[in-house]
């Protein structure tokens, strides 16, 4: 079982970026999918996760820049990340929720220049 993410790249602050995550159509049948990121020297934390019936969640860091969607018909999550900041510099990685061990992929790298 894999998930594959791109979308990442070097932006300037104020900028944006679309993260996209392609994964198994029984995936995104079943489960609830997040983006997770990862920043040097700190702990994985969940960004924004959207429910099988598109329910949306996001970190209060993100909220109203950050949007979350699925098209499970093309077995995709997206993340849609305007008006980024220098803190949203991380590895961004897409995973069920909660998240299983074996699902997390290599990530993509988000940096945001200041």
């Known amino acids: 079982v894999q998930l594959v993410e791109s979308g990442g790249g070097l932006v300037e602050a104020g900028g944006s970026l679309r993260l996209s995550c392609v994964g198994s159509?029984?995936?995104?049948?079943?489960?609830?999918m997040g983006w997770y990121r990862q920043a040097p020297g700190k702990q994985r934390e969940l960004v924004a996760n959207?429910?099988?019936?598109?329910?949306?969640h996001y970190l209060e860091s993100v909220k109203g820049r950050f949007t979350i969607y699925r098209d499970n018909a093309k077995n995709t999550v997206y993340l849609q990340m305007n008006s980024l900041k220098p803190e949203d510099t991380a590895v961004y990685y897409c995973?069920?929720?909660?998240?299983?061990?074996?699902?997390w992929g290599q990530g993509t790298q988000v940096t945001v220049s200041s």
């Open positions: 995973n069920v929720v909660p998240p299983f061990s074996t699902y």
């Open positions: 159509a029984i995936i995104f049948r079943i489960f609830d």
């Open positions: 959207v429910s099988t019936d598109v329910r949306t």
